[in-house]
């Protein structure tokens, strides 16, 4: 009797305690709205009850708790910094301002892909597009942040630099882990944290971001200016807005990690796409070329005129956000979504990945066909729920729209100068379009190899230099020392062109000589070659050179 007495209590014990643990599992579990309705009333019509932030305590580490922008929750705190950020990287006025870093460090990465490509031994190897891609982010969230291109002379990141990646993927190593402790309160005695890992991540950062403050703090006070920075732009502010060094350090980092691998994840899908569907590949160089005439150089001015371009853009991001379920957004007050109670603090996810999936919105979604966008106009930029690569409502990206530029900037040279193709013996269906969460965001689970073709970039460089030998020299009898100042005068002509220096030049025509069927040899470098190429085009020479 007593035996039995005390099963039964163990039993309804054991039940309590599952009964429980199950609704505490539950009840933090967080909701992931799928669907365009319900992140309307996510976004739209519970906009400030759900704005702020869940953060676990290495992302409250991270933050300073919240003393950020991308980590703070909504209040009077976010709204201020809000404002700053929306001023230094919204309004037209600085992206048009921070235009020539973005143009410089995209010729540079056409730059290096020459450079590499053509190196002998080189010559039809395919290239890893992520290490371009990601060097040109990095370079340009860099520059903008710290006012700085941590490269040293001979192209290559330097400590500095090293030093700044290392931060970041520790930081997402440590701020990106979830826990079950995270969501089962009770549980987190089994899961703790590092907390030695979060101090030295934390002491680190605080030093390195130290020594970039007093760097510009120092240059300013010698020479009375402020530059274009973004943390120019907080030191000056800082009084003015009431900033704490917390909340500066923590903007400045905000903008590295949210800025950095988010424009290169978003081009690397968008040209395994384009390899995928080389229908689509051609179409867009077709409207390059129609747009972008031989003797101009692709700006960012250009991009409102390539329609479908940007819809190639659109395409990809319907199928590939970069942060497919957004960041975590947290309920203020209670509220109700598609018709259910969500209590005061819990997580809601908004899953934009499954958004652009949803065959109930979207014709054939598996397919990448651009063409969806010129037959319907469909706005990316928060206000139509179907398709939200950057959010919507008050927590929207603020880098929106300098990313869109910088990311249809990068396709557009990319897809301007060369023809892309899957590297030897790789068929164009065999391209896996598989992906991967790093913490929040997610790349492609195979890094993209591809070959590249220059016959856009003959094509360029023909239309430039025929048309300076048109003006210049056409059927003009030259002799080695003409020719040799006809030669300067045509890098002078084709750098104020194009922006790009003489070394380009020469690249660009051993490409076409590579095109051509001419073996490359070493001797390519020096005047004969060039004069060959000169001959080629119509310059005549009065003596065997
Ligand atoms: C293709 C590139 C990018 C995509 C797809 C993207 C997407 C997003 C998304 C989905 C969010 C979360 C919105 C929400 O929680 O409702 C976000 C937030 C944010 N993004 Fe971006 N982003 C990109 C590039 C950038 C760049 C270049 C910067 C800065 C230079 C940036 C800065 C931020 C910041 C600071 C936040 C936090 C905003 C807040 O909490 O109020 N992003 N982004």
């Avoid at 249809?408 to 164009?428: D, I, N, R």
């Avoid at 913490?439 to 591809?450: D, G």
């Amino acid at each position: 009797m007593a035996l039995s007495f005390a099963l039964l209590a163990v039993s309804i014990l054991l039940i309590f305690i599952a009964y429980n643990l199950f609704l505490r599992l539950k009840a933090k579990l967080p909701p992931v709205v799928n669907n365009a309705q319900l992140a309307k009333e996510v976004l739209k019509d519970n906009d400030q009850n759900l704005a702020n932030r869940f953060r676990t305590k290495p992302l409250a580490n991270v933050s300073r708790n919240g003393s950020d922008l991308i980590w703070a929750d909504y209040g009077h705190h976010y709204v201020k910094v809000r404002k700053l950020c929306n001023l230094e990287l919204s309004t037209l006025k600085r992206i048009e301002a921070l235009r020539p870093i973005r143009e410089e460090e995209v010729t540079s990465m056409i730059h290096d892909i020459f450079r590499d490509s053509s190196k002998p031994g080189n010559v039809g190897k395919s290239l890893i597009m992520r290490g371009y891609l990601g060097l040109v982010s990095f370079n340009n969230i860099t520059r903008l942040t710290f006012g700085k291109r941590f490269m040293n002379s001979e192209g290559k990141v330097d400590e500095q630099g090293q030093e700044l990646k290392q931060i970041v993927s520790n930081g997402m190593k440590i701020g990106g882990k979830l826990k079950l402790g995270d969501f089962v309160p009770w549980l987190s005695y089994f899961f703790k944290d590092d907390n030695e890992a979060l101090k030295a991540q934390d002491s680190h950062v605080d030093r390195f971001t130290r020594v970039i403050m007093s760097e510009h703090t120092l240059a300013r006070k010698k020479t009375g200016e402020t530059k274009q920075h973004f943390v120019d732009a907080l030191l000056t502010l800082q009084k003015e807005y009431e900033l704490s060094d917390d909340t500066i350090i923590g903007l400045l980092w905000d903008m590295i990690t949210a800025g950095m691998d988010t424009m290169a994840i978003t081009v690397e899908c968008a040209m395994a796409e384009l390899v995928k569907n080389p229908r689509v590949q051609q179409k867009a160089q077709e409207e390059l070329d129609r747009i972008i005439v031989s003797d101009h150089v692709i700006t960012e001015s250009d991009m409102s005129k390539l329609s479908y371009l940007q819809s190639v853009v659109k395409e990809s991001l319907r199928l590939h956000p970069p942060t497919p379920i957004m960041l975590p957004h947290m309920a203020g007050a209670t509220v109700k979504i598609g018709g259910y109670n969500i209590p005061t603090d819990p997580i809601v996810h908004v899953n934009v990945w499954a958004l652009g999936r949803d065959p109930k919105v979207w014709k054939d979604p598996l397919q990448f066909r651009p063409e969806r966008f010129i037959e319907e106009d469909v706005d990316m930029k928060g206000h139509d729920f179907r398709l939200l690569p950057f959010g919507a409502g008050r927590r929207i990206c603020p880098g929106t729209n300098l990313a869109s530029n910088m990311v249809t900037s990068m396709l557009a040279h990319l897809l301007h100068h060369f023809k892309w193709s899957p590297p030897f013996g790789v068929e164009t269906q065999d391209i896996d379009m598989l992906e991967s969460p790093l913490s929040l965001t997610c790349e492609r689970l195979y890094k993209l190899f591809l070959l590249q073709d220059c016959l856009n970039t003959y094509m360029n460089v023909c239309g430039y230099i025929r048309q300076w030998v048109e003006n210049n020299v056409r059927n003009h009898i030259v002799n080695k020392t003409h020719a040799r100042s006809l030669w300067d005068k045509l890098e002078t002509f084709y750098a104020s062109k194009t922006g790009n220096n003489k070394l380009f030049l020469l690249k660009q025509l051993m490409n076409i000589r590579y095109k051509e069927g001419s073996p490359i040899s070493d001797h390519i470098n020096d005047f004969q070659g060039v004069l060959d190429q000169l001959s080629g085009m119509g310059v005549k020479f009065d003596e065997k050179i």
